[in-house]
């Protein structure tokens, strides 16, 4: 199985950047789909942002293109997403995920990725 600990989230004023880290373990997640999702209070689990890590080939929702890019780390094991012009919408936990596929492109939906690791809070004010 897979471990994941995510790091990074903290509070940023609107208009800031901050970069979520999720390490992995038990497992080299070098052909795996990596994931990052986010909750916010009320609201539906959302997918944010995920790639393949065996040829980098990122995905990203549409309320964060062009402000938010996922990247695979391998020499750390880890999938890490920077965040640039951050809005109150973006507030919420957010959530590392992992499968591994049989092909080659990630699918997005939640139900995809049994390895989810517990969250980090970001909150932008």
């Known amino acids: 199985d897979v471990q994941l600990v995510e790091s990074g989230g903290e509070s940023v004023q609107v208009g800031g950047s901050l970069r979520l880290s999720c390490v992995a373990s038990?497992?080299?997640?070098?052909?795996?789909?990596m994931g990052w999702f986010r909750q916010a209070p009320g609201k539906e689990l959302e997918g944010v942002a995920a790639?393949?890590?065996?040829?980098?080939?990122?995905v990203y929702a549409d309320s964060v293109k062009g402000r938010f890019t996922i990247s695979h780390n391998s020499a750390e094991n880890s999938v890490d997403l920077q965040m640039n012009s951050l809005v109150p919408e973006d507030a919420a936990m957010y959530y590392c995920a992992a499968y591994r596929p049989d092909r080659f492109v990630c699918h997005t939906g939640s139900g995809w990725y049994p390895y989810w690791g517990q969250g980090t809070q970001v909150t932008v004010s």
């Open positions: 790639i393949y890590t065996g040829r980098n080939n990122p």
């Open positions: 038990g497992d080299t997640v070098s052909s795996y789909c």
